[in-house]
């Protein structure tokens, strides 16, 4: 993940033993498991994905891939053998059928079965023009991978891991595209840059429309999440939230304040009913936290989790299914789940 000044800033934070606290009082207040230890292998945690059954954890420094058992955190397998071509990874997604790791500094892609954790492929070479693999997005039909040196989308077939075409990003209306998310119908590009967001289609890789100027209120895009009926996109200079409807793309409301406890937003999930944002935070007192906002609400956040009980320290991905809030500690090399009983 490519940080701004901000967030670098932001990085030097450490936790300095706060008292767990949970600002909702009517929020349930979850099982939270820290997951650490050399065993699992985690390094410089740059993404974490899920499909109900196993958890995704990619290690960037380590050149590996970490699996848990998503019911009960527990190490399956820790993948670092050559064969899986892991440089760099930077970004990935589960599709429910395939894991699909972008390996920044390999130029490449691994493709992995999300049952076994087997290897299917590794994606490289002149064909499938990857340069600086930084961003995955993968809906179980298409694959699209950003290729941040290259300043282009490379499309593959989530089938059968074949070349389709590339897009120039220029043509999306975006200099470069920091973070992607994909449905079935559209593909949500983020150029913190351009402060805009590019609505693509899925099918055609042709340009929707660009969300950019004043009534979005995108300043420094970092994160984004679709669930199909809406887009929510984190800015991370403002530490705030942009609502977008995902049909029309029309704006729909912006999210800020210290109430919700948003300070220095890195990550961003939801499960269709409840958005979870991560802080770094500028500093030992505010940030190192996990924000729940119901999207149908106006009133303020469902709760903010932070403390010394959650062990969170420089959050930067999270990732929600089953009941269970997973989030990756980038300053610890450390795992917080957050279970919900559901």
Known sequence: MKLHLRSSVALLVTLSGLVGAVSASAAPSPTVKIIQGKSYGFNAVTAIGSNGSNVWV??????SVTELDASTGAKVSLLKSSKFGFVGPARLSDDGTHVWIANDAGNSVTELMASTGALVSVIK????????TGQ????????WISNLRGNTLAEVSATTGSFIKDVKVSALGLQQVVTLSSDSTHLWAVDSNTNSVAEVNVGSGSLVKVLKG???RFDGPLAITSDGMHVWVANERTSSLTEVNAKTGA????????SFGLDVVTGIASNGSDIWVTSLGTSATTGNSVTEIDPSSAAGPVAVFRGAKYGFDQPNAITYIGGRVWVAN?????MTELWFGK
């Open 214 to 216: 004043g009534a979005y």
């Open 125 to 132: 070479g002149s064909t499938y023009k990857l340069h600086g």
């Open 58 to 63: 990619a290690n960037s420094a380590g050149n």
């Open 330 to 334: 980038n300053g610890s090399n450390t």
């Open 251 to 258: 704006f729909m409301r912006f999210i800020r304040g210290k």
């Open 136 to 143: 995955i997005a993968s809906n179980g039909i298409d694959v």
